[in-house]
């Protein structure tokens, strides 16, 4: 027996008095060197201690919130979740990422970062002497390769999409920016005398299809981009026809003037991929096309990063000046790209 914090605790049960003192001399050691993990600590089931992470992390987004309770609910909790965090051992772990690997390679990266990141916590929090999340390279995720749309493709999808929300098409695809972008753009973010949008927030749907609008989750993200002179004419006729004069309005909504809802988007993009003889693309599939246009104009890595808006922020701002004026020129590249022949 010996003495923690003002309570008596077994050591354990040994098969000789000389085994038993090692084991208290160890015990002692560690509560000296401040290493020792108390026993009782690690009788908290995975699905507890979980529960309690993401309880506290009061810093996640909601759509990330909502995407790890999804992950501990559907693909942790049911093979995991009654395993005390001291018997959940490495090769459990294997297994478990295994049989998900399996069918569903990215979804068991997915999961297994977010369980490795909630074991860290558990080592650091004194529950366990060190992770069981052990698999070389087992939150990697390799994606597959995503298509893109040739011009003419574009052209076509634009023009199958309803007629206010028709600007959706080229905005993704010109100027590279994410669906939750799009949506989250107002009158105010279009700066038309000098030809450049702001990207300062985003429009993103929960699981449950309510609307969420948040800002960018990096400096690089807060950006403005130079337009094509082409688009951005096409951006002034909507303006006119489709959004309310106050500052704030949306540049997109739903039909009469109502919100635009998740299944709403998603019904009509179904459409106009089906009409073009493109099933295969996703609405986000027209930003990685975009970026690969820009890339054959001669943008450099960071310039793309900029329109991308994946830079660091200190990269961002090392490089923000230059960028300035370089993103002007990837502009005026797309322009003639789209519309060959036009003045720029």
């Not at 107002?186 to 927030?201: A, E, K, M």
């Amino acid at each position: 027996m010996y003495w923690y914090e003002g309570r008596r605790r077994a050591a354990g049960t040994f098969a000789s008095k000389a085994d038993a003192y090692v084991r208290l001399a160890k015990i002692e050691s560690d509560v000296r060197g401040g290493t020792w993990i108390d026993p009782e600590a690690g009788e908290l089931t995975v699905s507890r201690y979980a529960n309690m992470w993401l309880d506290n992390r009061t810093d996640l987004a909601v759509r990330t919130r909502e995407l790890y309770r999804y992950i501990l609910d559907r693909h942790v909790f049911p093979d995991l979740g009654p395993v005390t965090l001291a018997k959940l051992a490495p090769a459990r772990i294997r297994v478990w990422h295994s049989s998900i690997a399996k069918d569903h390679p990215a979804t068991a990266a997915k999961a297994y970062r977010l369980l490795s990141t909630i074991m860290r916590t558990a080592v650091i929090d004194g529950l366990i002497a060190s992770t069981p999340c052990k698999i070389d390279g087992a939150g990697a995720e390799r994606s597959v390769e995503r298509p893109i749309a040739t011009i003419n493709e574009v052209v076509a999808l634009e023009q199958a999409m309803p007629d206010h929300l028709r600007l959706l098409v080229p905005l993704a695809t010109w100027c590279q920016l994410r669906r939750g972008e799009i949506l989250g753009l107002r009158r105010r973010d279009i700066d038309v005398s000098n030809g450049v949008l702001h990207v300062v927030q985003s429009r993103t749907f929960g699981m449950d299809g309510v609307s969420v609008t948040k800002q960018p989750k990096t400096a690089a993200g807060n950006r403005s981009l130079a337009v094509p002179e082409f688009l951005m004419t096409a951006i002034v006729d909507h303006l006119k026809r489709h959004v309310g004069r106050d500052p704030d309005a949306l540049v997109f909504n739903g039909r009469a003037g109502k919100s635009l809802t998740r299944d709403a988007l998603q019904g009509v993009w179904e459409k106009a991929r089906e009409e073009v003889g493109r099933p295969d693309l996703r609405l986000h599939d027209l930003r990685h096309t975009g970026l690969t246009f820009a890339a054959s104009t001669g943008a450099t890595t960071v310039e793309l990063m900029h329109r991308a808006g994946h830079a660091s922020a200190a990269a961002s701002m090392r490089y923000q000046h230059a960028i300035r004026d370089r993103d002007r020129l990837i502009a005026d590249a797309l322009q003639n790209m789209a519309r060959p022949g036009e003045s720029v």
